[in-house]
């Protein structure tokens, strides 16, 4: 086969791997205790309203025939746009229109779309980076511009020591600079993997320096609000036209239906739209028209799905695993950054004398699937042992397999030390 620099590029990613290890663990293999991956949580209160609007849809004349029967444009689906218009000009407090949201096959493939826009040589010769300001950041950014040379450049955080146990990350505005090479500005709010949710005001800060730099801010908000609202902190969701918000289906527990959403102005949703006609011809049909029906009423359904099952869901999933873990570390060093949204833990073993990667070998020798923290930081130059002494792990677990996966992690690490 030729050897291309895409094929080389897609063949070594950290995201096949976790794909791979999560896609494995769920259809294969029953006895892996599966802390890895970012597949939500099985809530029966949310799984029950989806089979309910599927049967609704299914008992609706023709609507089921229509939906697997018809390509949508390639901004996606009519009926879906408008009444997400309607839901987030009120959610974001900017008077929205059609033209300025587009759907996606997943979250996934807008950030490629947006990515290899803001990226790469532009006329005039200069070649533009994305700058992540936080790293820890998304693992899944880090191979989406397999034809740019270091496409990604990235911050290190302030690391701010809450209490004996728990860790934040400040974005270090000291640091940070946004020069002549960036193209555009991304940073996923809550931040997969860490947990951490940048503050109203530190938003404002990165949206000014954005703003005055000339390029544009995208705020992944897969498990921000307004949906899926997986987020245990105050975080007003925000947009103005210098911004890019990237909204998912999936952490709602739609991840199977592949539906992602842009909002943003008008010339960028136009890009999108030809990025879908171009790589997909026009993304699916079947998240929009389910998610649709929940929007109804100005999307009254899909906000009390939020605010009664799925936000107490998972702060109470991930109160229990801070619990959990409390317990099993006993002795051993660990730092756990503050919990403040999405579905992760994400645990920083000071001085661990082997890698996290080590110790994700080991857990998954046990049947314990975790991920190795130094995949999730895109575009970090230069040494820091701190990404080295990291793991992210899921609370979304069923409990007995949290319970199991934690209480090995705590036993190996508790090795992994004593063997200093
Ligand atoms: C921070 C973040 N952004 C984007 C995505 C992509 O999600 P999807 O393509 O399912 O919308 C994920 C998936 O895990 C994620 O964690």
């Known amino acids: 086969m030729h050897d291309s620099e895409f094929g080389r590029a897609a063949r070594d990613s950290g995201i096949l791997r976790l794909m791979d290890d999560l896609g494995g663990a769920i259809n294969r293999d029953a006895g892996v205790q599966m802390l890895g991956g970012g597949n939500p949580a099985a809530i029966p209160a949310v799984e029950k309203v989806f089979r309910a609007e ?6 609706d004349g023709r609507a089921f025939e229509r939906m697997v029967g018809n390509y949508d444009s390639p901004q996606g689906n009519d009926a879906f746009i408008e009444a ?3 839901l987030l000009s009120g959610a974001l407090g900017q008077p929205l229109t059609r033209d300025n949201i587009a759907v996606t096959n997943g979250s996934q493939a807008a950030f490629g779309a947006l990515f290899n826009m803001f990226a790469g040589r532009a006329r005039g010769g200069k070649v533009k980076k994305i700058l992540l ?3 820890p950041e998304y693992i899944g950014y880090a191979d989406l511009l397999p034809g740019v040379r270091h496409g990604f450049t990235a911050a ?5 020591e809450l209490d004996d146990w728990r860790f934040k990350y400040r974005l270090d505005f000291e640091r940070l600079r946004i020069g002549d090479d960036i193209g555009a500005v991304c940073i996923s709010r809550p ?3 860490s947990g951490n949710v940048i503050t109203d005001d530190e938003l404002a800060r990165l949206r000014r320096m954005a703003r ?6 995208i705020v992944d908000g897969a498990y921000g609000p307004p949906f899926p609202g997986i987020v245990f902190t105050r975080a007003t969701p925000c947009w103005d036209e210098n911004m890019i918000l990237c909204l998912s289906l999936s952490k709602l527990g739609m991840p199977g239906a592949r539906t992602g959403i842009v ?3 008008p010339e960028i949703i136009a890009h999108i739209t030809e990025s879908n006609a171009i790589f997909t011809l026009a993304p699916g049909r079947f998240g929009p028209s389910l998610a649709a029906r929940l929007l109804a009423n100005g999307g009254e359904k899909l906000t009390a799905l939020c605010a009664q099952h799925i936000t107490p869901y998972y702060r109470e999933r991930s109160r229990r695993a801070g619990e959990l873990l409390r317990e099993a570390a006993h002795g051993v060093p660990l730092r756990v950054h503050a919990s403040e949204g999405a579905i992760f833990l994400w645990l920083w073993f000071p001085g661990m004398p082997i890698s996290g990667d080590a110790l994700y070998r080991r857990l998954k020798r046990r049947g314990v699937l975790v991920v190795a923290g130094e995949h999730f930081f895109p575009g970090l130059k230069g040494a820091w042992r701190h990404r080295e002494e990291c793991i992210r792990v899921t609370f979304a677990a069923e409990a007995a397999q949290l319970e199991r996966g934690i209480a090995a992690i705590g036993e190996e690490a508790r090795r992994a030390y004593a063997a200093r």
């Open 263 to 265: 909002v943003a102005r």
């Open 133 to 135: 300001p936080m790293t």
């Open 156 to 160: 290190r955080p302030r690391i701010e």
């Open 212 to 217: 005055e730099a000339g390029v544009p801010l």
């Open 191 to 193: 931040t997969n993997p």
């Open 54 to 59: 599927m049967e609704a849809m299914l008992a």
């Open 84 to 86: 997400l218009a309607e």
